[in-house]
């Protein structure tokens, strides 16, 4: 099953995507981003969009993307949160959307490796294909928003994607 977003719906501290409790929701709190919460959303949704793309059986987990308040690297929490959400903490902020589009992309191919707590002596191979799916997903996105960015004046920022 894949991403499914049937609306952006503003929220107390920031956008919901929301999908009807569907499986596979993706919420944006934007505090900390210096960034608006929609233009957040447009990234992250586009890079996780081209990573679902050729595999639309992939896990589906309900998701938060938070700010992960300057602790140099981006990661994904082993505990859910009270809403039973996946946490998702991104190292970016204000308007550096190839980091964005890199961090989302890289952390969510995490959730869909089945992250999980435990012995890491394999932990190198999961890395290596997060690394490899967040460039992919950096190439596709610069190719796709040549013609079908998420908003039509972010087109001219296609080749900045690939050159990330």
Same mark, same amino acid.
């Given at each position: 099953?894949?991403? &499914? #977003?049937?609306?952006?719906? @503003?929220?107390?501290?920031? #956008?919901? !995507? #929301?999908?009807?409790?569907?499986?596979?929701? =993706?919420?944006?709190?934007?505090? /900390?981003?210096?960034?608006?919460?929609?233009? =957040?959303?447009?990234?992250? %949704?586009?890079?996780?969009?081209? %990573? &679902?793309?050729?595999?639309? @059986?992939?896990?589906?987990?309900?998701?938060?993307?938070?700010?992960?308040?300057?602790?140099?690297? +981006?990661?994904?929490?082993?505990?859910?949160?009270?809403? /039973?959400?996946? #946490? =998702?903490? %991104?190292?970016?902020? $204000?308007?550096? *959307?190839? &980091?964005?589009?890199?961090? @989302? @992309?890289?952390?969510?191919?995490?959730?869909?490796?089945?992250?999980?707590?435990?012995?890491? &002596?394999?932990? *190198?191979?999961?890395?290596?294909?997060?690394?490899?799916?967040? !460039?992919?997903? !950096?190439?596709?996105?610069?190719?796709? *928003? $040549?013609?079908?960015?998420?908003?039509?004046?972010? +087109?001219?920022? +296609?080749?900045?994607?690939?050159?990330?």
């Amino acid at each position: 099953m894949s991403l &499914q #977003v049937v609306e952006v719906a @503003a929220s107390g501290g920031g #956008v919901a !995507l #929301v999908t009807a409790a569907r499986p596979g929701s =993706i919420r944006i709190e934007a505090d /900390g981003f210096e960034a608006s919460e929609e233009d =957040i959303a447009a990234v992250c %949704l586009s890079a996780i969009r081209e %990573l &679902q793309h050729h595999c639309p @059986a992939l896990p589906t987990e309900n998701v938060v993307i938070e700010h992960g308040g300057g602790e140099g690297h +981006a990661i994904v929490l082993h505990e859910r949160n009270n809403h /039973g959400e996946v #946490v =998702i903490r %991104l190292d970016t902020g $204000k308007t550096f *959307w190839s &980091q964005y589009a890199y961090q @989302a @992309a890289h952390e969510m191919c995490h959730v869909h490796c089945s992250f999980r707590s435990g012995p890491m &002596q394999n932990q *190198w191979f999961e890395e290596t294909i997060c690394e490899t799916a967040s !460039l992919y997903c !950096l190439r596709a996105m610069a190719h796709t *928003w $040549k013609t079908e960015p998420p908003y039509p004046h972010w +087109a001219d920022y +296609a080749p900045s994607l690939l050159e990330y």
